[in-house]
């Protein structure tokens, strides 16, 4: 399957959280530490887009201008439509991109970096929201693939993943990815 089309999906699940999302919820912490949920947002917006300009141009200068505005549903869509309409192209798959503090990669490896970013944050909303995380089986596979490759080192580079964590042999492919990720699957709104 197109790892495109897996997160088109991740993005649809996650279009339901933001959508069940109130403006006094923009301040519930999430899972990602030190981040409230329009924290989340705001780098959800501006990984969208800056993946988008990457796609378009190589690379893009600025991966933290995530902005909401007066409507962090609306600028949250805008972002998602800037992402699925840049990497429609499938010419966009054989381009180098320059991504964020990670380095350059073909648009393939592109495209599952922000499957992962989307799988994990769609987790956080959820959990920030108290609502229940449904996402595509088939996505959370093929995150987990691409997790299970990320170094434990340099982590701490932009806050949203951490060093992994361990977990029960037996878990299930969403928990094991979230541990990947530094995530402890338990984690609730205290």
């Known amino acids: 399957m197109d790892l495109r089309e897996l997160d088109r999906r991740s993005l649809l699940v996650l279009d339901k959280l933001v959508a069940a999302a109130q403006p006094d919820d923009l301040a519930r912490p999430t899972p990602c530490t030190g981040w409230t949920l329009a924290d989340l947002l705001r780098h959800q917006v501006g990984e969208n887009h800056a993946f988008a300009t990457a796609a378009r141009e190589g690379s893009a200068p600025d991966w933290d201008a995530g902005d909401l505005g007066d409507d962090a549903r609306a600028a949250y869509r805008a972002s998602v439509d800037d992402f699925l309409a840049a990497f429609a192209d499938d010419a966009v798959l054989e381009r180098q991109l320059t ?92």
């Open 99 to 190: 991504i964020n503090y990670f380095g350059t990669f073909p648009g393939t490896v592109a495209a599952h970096m922000h499957l992962v970013d989307t799988v994990a944050h769609g987790w956080d909303l959820a959990r920030a929201l108290g609502l229940p995380y449904e996402p595509d089986a088939e996505a959370v596979r093929a995150a987990l693939v691409l997790a299970e490759r990320i170094p434990d080192e340099g982590r701490e580079v932009n806050g949203s993943f951490t060093h992994r964590l361990d977990v029960a042999s037996d878990a299930s492919d969403l928990d094991r990815f979230l541990a990947l990720l530094g995530r402890d699957p338990g984690w609730t709104v205290s």
